[in-house]
């Protein structure tokens, strides 16, 4: 029996919430030179927006905790079990660690900041 009613051409999907999602591009699939070329702009923005971001007293507390530990497990390996000087080398290193890289990201920001003004 032939069909009486015509299928719509773009579907759409409806969800549990009453809301309608219609589907992206149904057109030809893009070559990979353009993929690459959108994954590449959609990468260099990630990249500005990680980079253009103003350093914060916290991402640089997170760096130097992760970089005493690290050192804290590096002198207990080789200090022979001296628990307390590994101890506190591990905090004299994040005392010092915090300012000096929220400085130094303050630095290097404030860099790229005057870069890309003269652009």
Do not use: C
């Amino acid at each position: 029996m032939a069909q009486t009613k015509r299928k719509r051409r773009t579907k759409h999907r409806g969800t549990a919430a009453g809301t309608i999602e219609t589907r992206g591009r149904t057109g030809r699939p893009p070559t990979p030179e353009e993929r690459k070329r959108q994954e590449k702009v959609t990468r260099e923005q990630a990249r500005q927006a990680r980079v253009n971001r103003p350093p914060s007293w916290s991402s640089s507390a997170k760096r130097a905790a992760l970089a005493s530990a690290f050192m804290f497990v590096f002198l207990l390996i080789f200090s022979k079990g001296k628990i307390v000087a590994a101890v506190l080398f591990a905090v004299l290193s994040l005392l010092i660690y915090v300012p000096a890289g929220y400085y130094l990201d303050l630095f290097m920001y404030r860099r790229r900041q005057a870069k890309g003004q003269i652009k």
